[in-house]
């Protein structure tokens, strides 16, 4: 029956969308985008391969390609036609950046573009930016890809209306993600904001973003203080450790092993929520001091 349906709404969109091939002008944070650079066929379920100009490194892994799925995500091993999305840690042996992985259909109305950018006022907004949210790297981006989902709806929601975007950003060396977005609708699907990468060593959901109801709120939250905008530096593989000092006031006693597991979890959460990465904490020390 989904068959049938996504190809009769198909025969209908694709005479519309070859009437509105021209650039889109750019809303709130998101950078340039248009829908003759490259776009996704009309049709659901479907993945582009894309052939990187230059390699692009996610974690430690070089990859040369990508794949931009319809379900609001990119892949770099295969393409992907899963519309639910596989919330992180979930251990699966591939890297996936999911600006807003869920059921999209864009045969009623929406389009989803990509291009890359080697040069030009695009490549100084991204050194812009980079070197304004880590100011101690003297940043310099040589290479830019951006994927859009303008105005997509969601699978059997016509009338559905979200947008969002997904930047990779890089000097040879170093990488980055930004997730922009602008108005997100509600949704009773499955659906996931964040990124995994192969066993789960590393992964981030934005907070809120695993609920269909919360994600309008994409649009306001980030962890950057620009709202609607969430920036990740995604490329060494290595981990870093940090001491982490806090003084907690508990009516329970913290030197019993069941507490500190209890606080430990609430002061991961706490980092995630302000932007941080998955981590692992483990306690050094614990002091009963008298107040």
Same mark, same amino acid.
């Given at each position: 029956?989904? %068959?049938l ?5 198909l025969? !209908?969109?694709?005479l519309?969308? @070859?009437?509105? $091939?021209?650039?889109?002008?750019a ?11 490259? #776009?996704?066929a ?12 230059r390699p %692009?490194? %996610?974690f430690?892994?070089?990859y040369?390609?990508?794949y931009?799925? @319809?379900? /609001? ?14 919330p ?8 996936i950046?999911?600006?807003l992985?869920?059921?999209? +259909?864009? #045969?009623? @109305? ?7 950018? $080697? ?12 070197n304004l949210?880590?100011? +101690? ?6 290479w830019? %890809?951006?994927a ?14 979200? #947008? ?6 890089s000097?040879?060396?170093l ?6 977005y602008? +108005? ?7 659906v996931l904001?964040g ?8 992964y ?6 695993s609920?269909g109801?919360s994600?309008?709120?994409?649009k306001?939250s ?8 969430w ?10 450790? !940090? /001491?982490l ?13 069941g507490?500190?597991?209890f606080?430990?979890e ?10 941080l990465p ?14």
């Amino acid at each position: 029956m989904r %068959f049938l349906q996504q190809h009769l709404l198909l025969l !209908v969109s694709v005479l519309s969308l @070859n009437q509105g $091939t021209t650039a889109q002008k750019a809303p709130g944070n998101f950078y340039p985008f248009d829908s003759v650079a490259g #776009s996704i066929a009309v049709e659901d379920e479907n993945s582009t391969y894309v052939g990187l100009s230059r390699p %692009f490194v %996610f974690f430690g892994r070089l990859y040369h390609q990508l794949y931009v799925n @319809n379900n /609001g995500h990119l892949s770099f091993i295969q393409p992907s036609t899963d519309f639910i999305p596989h919330p992180p840690p979930s251990y699966r042996g591939e890297d996936i950046i999911a600006p807003l992985w869920t059921d999209i +259909d864009i #045969s009623p @109305n929406g389009v989803i573009s990509y291009k890359e950018y $080697t040069e030009g006022v695009v490549l100084a907004n991204a050194t812009r930016d980079i070197n304004l949210y880590f100011p +101690d790297l003297s940043f310099t981006a040589t290479w830019v %890809f951006v994927a859009t989902w303008h105005r997509v709806a969601y699978f059997l929601q016509p009338g559905t209306e979200s #947008s969002f975007q997904v930047v990779l950003i890089s000097d040879g060396y170093l990488s980055f993600v930004l997730m922009n977005y602008e +108005d997100v609708a509600p949704t009773a699907d499955l659906v996931l904001a964040g990124y995994d990468t192969v066993n789960s060593a590393r992964y981030f959901v934005i907070p809120d973003s695993s609920d269909g109801n919360s994600i309008p709120n994409l649009k306001n939250s980030s962890n950057v203080n620009v709202p609607g905008r969430w920036v990740f530096r995604v490329d060494s593989e290595q981990e870093t450790v !940090v /001491g982490l000092r806090i003084r907690v006031t508990s009516y329970s006693d913290l030197t019993e092993s069941g507490n500190i597991l209890f606080i430990r979890e609430k002061v991961k959460q706490e980092l995630v929520d302000r932007g941080l990465p998955s981590m692992e904490l483990k306690v050094r020390r614990v002091e009963k001091t008298t107040p």
